[in-house]
């Protein structure tokens, strides 16, 4: 029995039309858009779960805030406003605004990785991975091995494997890592969350060796709330304790504002030290701005501070994480496989599981993007071979990634539990049909760049 969920702590106040497009329209805007998801348009679209990232609703506070907007090129009110808010929330003493979550990653790799450098994640987001690749350095995993086995239940599945990280650092050597970053949650595999505890360890790791401990912080405060619920010793303290926590354990973080922070764009890099803060800068004014905008509006600054007061408010998390636990709990019900247990921002189905007789290299993932599209009007993505294969440099032979999945994100205060409802039923309308989809896709185009594949390519079916 799939359990009631809590109903919506919000109350609907202006409203964005949404339509079903009829059959033919859905099979029309496949081949316009070459088969790949984001080759859709949005009035293609009934429900539109591609990504979590910039697509929430603002509160009437962040709309009210944007008045407030001071466009000063430098030393603006709303970078004060911003200023503010990060140390009151995350306790950090310098902030630099970005344009997203990518700009903070070119800033930090740009400045402080070179060729030949290694960098020990969990598991890098995938802008992530391509901006180390940019600078010819190497991310390596070094996350848990319960992260590749989706059905496993384990309450902290981002975790990092301490005695991997501490090999990658002995076999790399120090000289050849600048830093550690850690992704919370850990998006590329699953949405799951670090401990509190693990983020202590690693951190007593990188002091020990003398490297600095990053955080992709894009799903701080969802990280925070998986803390709170699954963490013993944190049961008894605030969301918001618990994120600040966290962020003690951290020389820096880069951060997605799109995401927790609740704002439809934006990111910010966050440290401690005038030395570091200093030396990020010139990168800061080369591709983004003046330190104090970061290629974004003053507005958009003062939306970003609301945002991070307003991600610790544990109503608003309580029936966020319920929501997607609760489209979890139905396709459940309905047999689909996913990954357990259900992360913080997205359903991560096992697309492998779901078409085990279409081959890794037929892109399983993408060809149930398209039928759930077809099925529902409802956009997702896949997660697998076409995003996250690399050609293995000396044998030129494709090198597969170990899960093939396909992401339903939910967007913060945006749909309702009722959306989910449909998303569900329409999932579990595939998967009675499964076994009656027998075609893989072809790349027809793919941009010469690693780590954009899925962006850009060119997707053409054809039969098993
Ligand atoms: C979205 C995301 C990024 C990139 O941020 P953008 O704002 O999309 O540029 C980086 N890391 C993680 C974990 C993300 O989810």
């Known amino acids: 029995m799939v359990e009631r969920i809590m109903p919506e702590p919000f109350r609907i106040k202006m409203v964005e039309p949404v339509r079903v497009p009829d059959g033919a329209q859905r099979e029309k805007a496949l081949e316009i858009g070459h088969c790949n998801m984001f080759g859709l348009r949005s009035e293609?679209?009934?429900?539109?779960?591609?990504?979590?990232?910039?697509?929430?609703?603002?509160?009437?506070?962040?709309?009210?805030?944007?008045?407030?907007?001071?466009?000063?090129?430098?030393?603006?009110?709303?970078?004060?406003?911003?200023?503010?808010?990060?140390?009151?929330?995350?306790?950090?003493?310098?902030?630099?605004?970005?344009?997203?979550?990518?700009?903070?990653?070119?800033?930090?790799?740009?400045?402080?990785?070179?060729?030949?450098?290694?960098?020990?994640?969990?598991?890098?987001?995938?802008?992530?991975?391509?901006?180390?690749?940019?600078?010819?350095?190497?991310?390596?995993?070094?996350?848990?091995?319960?992260?590749?086995?989706?059905?496993?239940?384990h309450p902290f599945k981002g975790n990092v494997d301490v005695a991997k990280l501490e090999r990658a650092i002995a076999e790399y050597g120090r000289e050849r890592i600048p830093l550690i970053m850690i992704t919370v949650t850990n998006n590329s595999g699953g949405g799951q969350p670090v401990s509190l505890e693990n983020l202590r360890a690693v951190s007593g790791v990188a002091k020990k060796h003398g490297?600095?401990?990053?955080?992709?912080?894009?799903?701080?405060?969802?990280?925070?709330?998986?803390?709170?619920?699954?963490?013993?010793?944190?049961?008894?303290?605030?969301?918001?304790?618990?994120?600040?926590?966290?962020?003690?354990?951290?020389?820096?973080?880069?951060?997605?504002?799109?995401?927790?922070?609740?704002?439809?764009?934006?990111?910010?890099?966050?440290?401690?030290?005038?030395?570091?803060?200093?030396?990020?800068?010139?990168?800061?004014?080369?591709?983004?701005?003046?330190?104090?905008?970061?290629?974004?509006?003053?507005?958009?600054?003062?939306?970003?501070?609301?945002?991070?007061?307003?991600?610790t408010d544990e109503q608003y998390m309580a029936h966020r994480v319920a929501q997607v636990k609760y489209l979890g709990d139905l396709l459940e019900e309905g047999g689909v496989p996913f990954v357990k247990p259900t992360g913080g921002h997205a359903i991560f189905i096992d697309a492998a599981a779901f078409l085990p007789h279409i081959p890794q290299t037929a892109y399983p993932a993408d060809v149930l993007s398209i039928e759930i599209y077809r099925e529902g009007a409802i956009r997702g993505i896949?997660?697998?071979?076409?995003?996250?294969?690399?050609?293995?440099?000396?044998?030129?032979?494709?090198?597969?990634?170990?899960?093939?999945?396909?992401?339903?994100?939910?967007?913060?205060?945006?749909?309702?539990?009722?959306?989910?409802?449909?998303?569900?039923?329409?999932?579990?309308?595939?998967?009675?049909?499964?076994?009656?989809?027998?075609?893989?896709?072809?790349v027809e185009y793919a941009p010469p760049v690693k780590g954009l594949h899925h962006f850009l390519a060119h997707l053409k079916p054809y039969t098993l």
């Open 44 to 153: 293609d679209i009934y429900i539109d779960l591609l990504t979590d990232s910039g697509t929430g609703a603002m509160s009437k506070q962040q709309w009210a805030a944007l008045m407030r907007g001071d466009e000063a090129y430098a030393g603006a009110d709303s970078f004060f406003a911003l200023k503010n808010a990060v140390k009151d929330v995350l306790g950090f003493d310098y902030v630099i605004p970005t344009h997203q979550g990518r700009a903070a990653e070119n800033v930090v790799f740009g400045t402080l990785a070179k060729k030949g450098d290694i960098i020990p994640f969990n598991m890098p987001f995938d802008t992530t991975r391509a901006h180390i690749f940019n600078v010819e350095a190497e991310p390596v995993d070094c996350v848990i091995d319960e992260a590749f086995e989706p059905e496993v239940q």
């Open 211 to 311: 490297i600095p401990l990053f955080l992709d912080a894009a799903r701080m405060a969802e990280n925070a709330w998986f803390i709170k619920m699954r963490e013993e010793s944190c049961r008894n303290m605030s969301l918001a304790a618990i994120l600040r926590a966290c962020m003690d354990t951290a020389d820096a973080i880069t951060c997605s504002a799109k995401k927790d922070p609740l704002v439809n764009i934006g990111g910010m890099i966050c440290c401690r030290t005038e030395a570091l803060y200093q030396a990020l800068l010139p990168r800061v004014i080369l591709f983004e701005g003046f330190a104090t905008y970061g290629g974004l509006a003053g507005r958009d600054l003062e939306a970003l501070a609301q945002g991070l007061r307003e991600m």
């Open 382 to 442: 896949g997660l697998g071979a076409l995003a996250f294969a690399i050609e293995d440099e000396k044998t030129g032979k494709l090198i597969l990634p170990k899960l093939e999945l396909y992401r339903l994100a939910i967007n913060r205060r945006t749909y309702t539990n009722s959306h989910m409802e449909y998303v569900a039923e329409s999932i579990v309308n595939v998967y009675k049909r499964r076994e009656k989809i027998r075609y893989g896709l072809k």
